[in-house]
């Protein structure tokens, strides 16, 4: 019963995908366009941080987690190198959940 859904959903992501391309062919897209789409990759990746430090699956929360994300941004802030920042985040989320915060 799944496996029409998965293989719909997939036909569905590979027209959308196809879409640009076809619409577009080899034609350079315009100034502002490039521009525009640019500057969101910026904004997406806040916007997916955010939702994944803050939630906890059915609403916003602060946790473990939170705190975790929290660190290593002050960690990079600091002109740590990212590594470093992963290593503090993972250690301070689990330090946090192993004390039942």
Partial sequence: MIWPLIGSLALVT????????????????????????????????????LTAALANGE????????????????????KAPVPVAVFIAAAATAGLRAAGV
């Fill in 14 to 49: 590979f027209a959308i995908k196809a879409f640009g391309p076809i619409t577009v062919g080899g034609r350079d897209l315009p100034e502002w366009s490039a521009k525009v789409i640019a500057s969101l990759a910026a904004p997406i990746l806040a916007a997916l941080v």
């Fill in 59 to 78: 609403e916003l929360a602060v946790g473990a987690d939170t705190a975790g994300v929290a660190l290593s941004g002050a960690a990079l802030l600091l």
